[in-house]
């Protein structure tokens, strides 16, 4: 049983991944939603093969047909589209962060963590907007980009400060204490 954690942490970061998906506004292409928000938590408060893990059974069961991507997004298809990038790249942010960020980590650290796996993010997405979509790259970063930055910085400065009391908390718990 020492063990259980291994699957049930990953299936938890999924889920709070698909819930906050489905907090999505429409602005063009690609939506605003809280996913990220998710992924920056789980990668501040997991450890990194967790981390990976909750974004891939995310990533599995958005492929096999589960209305988890944004919106209510579902299929194969999403993991190709035009979009394709952001989701690829959140296997990124979620490796990347966890591995920068430890137990004590402190605020700065957490918000440098998390802006360096976002801002790759935001990489994969210029990449599959102009490769998968057609779009010139000034054309990419205009509407894949440009109107994110400043919710995505908020969501980052939520980030850092909402779990370091949660790592504190948490630090009990066998699985948490890093």
């Known amino acids: 049983m020492k063990k259980a954690h291994i699957y049930a942490i ?4 999924a889920a709070l991944i698909a ?22 938590l ?3 408060v997991f450890r990194p093969r967790e981390a990976v ?3 891939a059974l995310y990533l599995l069961l958005g492929a096999i047909g589960l209305p988890v ?9 999403v993991l190709v589209g035009p979009s394709a990038g952001y989701l690829w790249f959140d296997l990124v942010y979620a490796g990347l962060t966890s591995y920068l960020i430890h137990q004590n980590s402190g605020y700065i650290r957490i918000f440098l963590a998390n802006l360096l796996g976002d801002s790759l993010v ?13 779009m010139p790259f000034d054309q990419a970063l205009a509407v894949g980009v440009l109107p994110f930055i400043l919710p995505d910085l908020g969501k980052i400065i939520a980030i850092s400060f909402i779990s370091r009391p949660l790592l504190k908390r948490l630090k009990s718990l066998p699985y948490f204490s890093r």
């Not at 489905?22 to 920056?40: C, D, E, K, M, Y």
């Not at 935001?122 to 102009?130: A, E």
Request: aromatic residues 12%; hydrophobic residues 55%.
């Open 19 to 40: 819930v906050l998906a489905q907090i999505s506004l429409p602005i063009g292409p690609v939506p605003f939603t809280l996913q990220n928000f998710a992924i920056g």
């Open 122 to 134: 935001f990489v994969g997405g210029i990449l599959s907007l102009h490769f998968l979509a057609g």
């Open 69 to 77: 991507f944004a919106g209510g997004g579902a299929g194969f298809h």
């Open 10 to 13: 990953p299936a938890i970061g």
């Open 42 to 44: 789980i990668a501040t």
């Open 53 to 55: 893990l909750s974004v």
